[in-house]
Nanobody, 122 residues
Framework: QLQLVESGGGLVQPGGSLRLSCAGSGFILDYYAIGWFRQAPGREREGVSCISRSGGSTDYADSVKGRFTISRDNAANTVYLQMNNLKPEDTAVYYC???????????????WGQGTQVTVSS
């Protein structure tokens, strides 16, 4: 069964950091571009960041530029989202997603994980 499994979410104070991980289970991630999306209560799901198969191309939402960094370790079959200087408005369920080609995947992925909760609060 093909699965994307997110981990690393939790409760953090404003200004803090978290690193989310997306692991492939029965899923070879280096065949795909990978993206992170998030959905806050009462809001539509939005794209946060995406990375091409090789890792040579990345894209970020304006709201996270300079604070979040996406990276991938294809040998470990894992993609990461390093989140620094977190703000209360970053509170959401964060989803990992996969697809091809990468620009299309950044908007409309083919595969989704189950999500991990990130809460930024003092």
């Amino acid at each position: 069964q093909l699965q994307l499994v997110e981990s690393g979410g939790g409760l953090v104070q404003p200004g803090g950091s978290l690193r989310l991980s997306c692991a492939g289970s029965g899923f070879i991630l280096d065949y795909y571009a990978i993206g992170w999306f998030r959905q806050a209560p009462g809001r539509e799901r939005e794209g946060v960041s995406c990375i091409s198969r090789s890792g040579g191309s990345t894209d970020y939402a304006d709201s996270v530029k300079g604070r979040f960094t996406i990276s991938r370790d294809n040998a470990a079959n894992t993609v990461y989202l390093q989140m620094n200087n977190l703000k209360p408005e970053d509170t959401a369920v964060y989803y990992c997603a996969a697809g091809q080609p990468w620009k299309t995947m950044c908007i409309n992925p083919d595969y989704w994980g189950q999500g991990t909760q990130v809460t930024v609060s003092s």
